[in-house]
């Protein structure tokens, strides 16, 4: 069962800021780079990233190429962590970016036939970069595992037999 309080929105909101705090210590060229306009202007990084994401926001609501940007965000960073993923040998990390990509598999077969309606919907971009985000969250309140779990899983569990016979012919077809 999905619910979530406001104080614990707050609490995760929190919990985010601080890895977002913690990140913007770690010493690499992107934080040196804030850091050196931190250093020129006084504006602190944080508040830096906070602009970028605002920007990003304003784009995505009247810019051009919103849904490609939209679609480089959904793509990008998981790919990158699911290469991550394939690398370590953990399991739980490869279990949550498979699950990403189910989703996100699901969702573009979906957009694919209502791509032309749901185009004229106002800040479709910034929608679907939202849910595309919202699906990559680490946590509970992971969508991607959320939505499999309350959609894709039962709907496969109910058919599956159906869907390995037709895997099964579709097989024994292509080795004919």
């Not at 780079?33 to 602190?44: C, F």
């Not at 749901?118 to 680490?138: G, S, T």
């Amino acid at each position: 069962h999905f619910s979530c309080t406001l104080p614990e929105v707050m609490e995760y909101v929190n919990k985010a800021r601080e890895q977002l705090n913690k990140k913007l210590r770690e010493k690499n060229s992107v934080t040196d780079a804030l850091q050196k306009i931190e250093t020129k202007t006084g504006v602190k990084k944080e508040y830096m990233v906070y602009g970028a994401c605002a920007f990003l926001v304003l784009y995505l609501m009247i810019g051009y190429g919103g849904t490609f940007i939209a679609n480089f965000i959904g793509f990008l960073y998981p790919a990158y962590c699911s290469i991550k993923a394939i690398e370590s040998h953990e399991k739980d990390d490869d279990t949550k970016w498979l699950t990403y990509w189910v989703v996100y598999a699901a969702f573009s077969l979906i957009e694919t036939f209502t791509d032309i309606f749901l185009f004229w919907i106002p800040l479709y971009a910034l929608l679907k970069c939202i849910f595309l985000i919202f699906l990559m969250v680490p946590g509970k309140y992971n969508g991607s595992v959320i939505l499999y779990e309350k959609l894709i899983c039962p709907y496969f569990l109910k058919y599956e037999k159906r869907i390995d016979s037709v895997v099964d012919k579709a097989g024994e077809f292509a080795n004919d």
